[in-house]
């Protein structure tokens, strides 16, 4: 069964750099969530998009921003990048008012330096 | 706003034998689902099972079961003929029906079976 793609699997970039994150759900899901895990952390809520529109934020700094495309791809985009923005970016997809059950990609380590 | 408490950092379990996770949670909503993922080492978040808050009957997944007390808030789980692959970090979540359906995790419980 196909499941959630997310490209770069690894990525190192220095401060005050930007990084784009890709996600490719898995096919037909509508919704698509994007969560942050920090060293020894949970995952924690970034933002959700339904129907590629918008549908939740959470502590999402200003300075990152997001989008779903036509073809329900969705790109994470984070700018001017701290030390503190290591960690793993989990994108989740699911077919919503359905199962409700969210199912994850194998994530992309971001390491800033 | 939605808490999710794992009581147990760490637990160890003997290969063959069965564990029990401890979850609770804290909600005003009548309506969500709860779920258990685990987290091996490679680091991929695998969804366990899941239990919708309206039924009544436990749900299980082969080895998987719950235990759902819907007035005491506590959702554990239960791994039965715990096996060596089940050595992960196991996170309860819970979720709001009809709202954005986000995710929020417990900090999650270390397990190790030993052989």
């Known amino acids: 069964a196909a499941g959630v793609i997310q490209s770069p699997r690894h990525l190192i970039k220095e401060k005050r750099e930007t990084a784009t994150l890709k996600c490719?759900?898995?096919?037909?899901?509508?919704?698509?969530?994007?969560?942050?895990?920090?060293?020894?952390?949970?995952?924690q809520f970034l933002i959700s998009f339904y129907e590629k529109m918008q549908s939740d934020k959470g502590s999402i700094p200003?300075?990152?921003?997001?989008?779903?495309?036509?073809?329900?791809?969705?790109?994470?985009?984070?700018?001017s990048l701290e030390?503190?923005?290591?960690?793993?970016?989990?994108?989740?997809?699911?077919?919503?008012?359905?199962?409700?059950?969210q199912y994850f990609g194998p994530g992309t380590r971001l390491t800033v330096t | 706003a939605q808490t999710v408490t794992q009581s147990q950092p760490e637990m160890s379990v003997q290969e063959a034998e069965t564990v029990t996770l401890s979850c609770t949670y804290d909600t005003s909503e009548s309506n969500y689902y709860l779920f258990w993922y685990k987290q091996p080492p490679s680091r991929q978040m695998i969804l366990v099972i899941?239990?919708?808050?309206y039924k009544q009957q436990n749900a299980t997944e082969n080895r998987?079961?719950?235990?759902?007390?819907?007035?005491?808030?506590?959702?554990?789980l239960k791994i039965s003929?715990?096996?060596l692959g089940d050595t992960a970090m196991y996170f309860c979540a819970f979720m709001i029906q009809g709202g954005s359906e986000k995710l929020v995790f417990g900090?999650?419980?270390?397990?190790?079976?030993?052989?």
């Open chain 1, 83 to 101: 030390l503190g923005d290591s960690a793993l970016y989990f994108c989740a997809s699911s077919l919503t008012r359905t199962t409700y059950e």
């Open chain 1, 24 to 43: 490719y759900p898995i096919p037909r899901h509508d919704t698509v969530y994007w969560y942050q895990q920090g060293p020894g952390q949970d995952p």
């Open chain 2, 50 to 53: 899941r239990q919708e808050a």
């Open chain 2, 81 to 83: 003929d715990s096996q």
């Open chain 2, 107 to 115: 900090k999650g419980t270390k397990l190790t079976v030993n052989p």
């Open chain 1, 62 to 79: 200003d300075r990152f921003s997001a989008q779903q495309f036509s073809d329900y791809h969705s790109e994470l985009n984070m700018s």
């Open chain 2, 64 to 76: 998987f079961s719950v235990n759902f007390q819907k007035a005491a808030k506590s959702f554990s």
